[in-house]
T-cell receptor
Framework: DADVTQTPRNRITKTGKRIMLECSQT?????MYWYRQDPGLGLRLIYY???????NKGEISDGYSVSRQAQAKFSLSLESAIPNQTALYFC????????????FGSGTRLTVV | QKEVEQNSGPLSVPEGAIASLNCTYS??????FFWYRQYSGKSPELIMS????GDKEDGRFTAQLNKASQYVSLLIRDSQPSDSATYLC??????????FGTGTSLTVIP
């Protein structure tokens, strides 16, 4: 099994719908992150969580919300999806120091029509 | 100014040549530095990390760090078509958050 698992892998949804992307990890890492990636814009941080009770906004949190249900689970919600949220979404984890880099999930390709 | 900057490329090199990828960062207290490889539509994969000035070699890959000049580079020797990907530079600022460059697209021409 993958260390960081994202579900679903692909999703097409309609404008205005609520959608949740899920991430679970077996790394035992405290820190979890949600990024989106768009062509030419690189990885942009949406939200991050340093532990279950510590959740922080990233640079592009508008239109998104998150929930850290447990150390191993971190979900991202789009309350009312819009077409410009069409992107590749990645969950990542790291230990407290970040000394060993991030471990990424395999990504969720989301299309909002 | 962005925290981490990379030339977007595309960079094209012939098979067997050395590919040189560069990255500059803005924060002098940055502690750790990483290179990720990302194939189209796939997740970034960590290929090198470096923490102190100088060179670090791993197989065909060499990471170079110069903290005084605030740059980190990645050399790929004997480039192969399978090395064709986007390479992301990442910098860990004070152990809190990573910043990623936008990536350099590399194409190795057979």
């Amino acid at each position: 099994d993958a260390d960081v698992t994202q579900t679903p892998r692909n999703r097409i949804t309609k404008t205005g719908k609520r959608i949740m992307l899920e991430c679970s990890q077996t790394k035992g890492h405290d820190r979890m992150y949600w990024y989106r990636q768009d062509p030419g814009l690189g990885l942009r941080l949406i939200y991050y969580s340093f532990d279950v009770k510590d959740i922080n906004k990233g640079e592009i949190s508008d239109g998104y919300s998150v929930s850290r249900q447990a150390q191993a689970k971190f979900s991202l919600s789009l309350e009312s999806a819009i077409p410009n949220q069409t992107a590749l979404y990645f969950c990542a984890t790291s230990d407290r120091q970040g000394s060993y880099g991030y471990t990424f999930g395999s990504g969720t390709r989301l299309t909002v029509v | 100014q962005k925290e981490v900057e990379q030339n977007s490329g595309p960079l094209s090199v012939p098979e067997g040549a050395i590919a040189s990828l560069n990255c500059t960062y803005s924060d002098r207290v940055s502690q750790s530095f990483f290179w990720y490889r990302q194939y189209s539509g796939k997740s970034p994969e960590l290929i090198m990390s470096i923490y102190s000035n100088g060179d670090k070699e791993d197989g065909r890959f060499t990471a170079q760090l110069n903290k005084a000049s605030q740059y980190v580079s990645l050399l790929i020797r004997d480039s192969q078509p399978s090395d064709s990907a986007t390479y992301l530079c990442a910098v860990n600022l004070s152990g809190n958050q990573f910043y990623f460059g936008t990536g350099t697209s590399l194409t190795v021409i057979p």
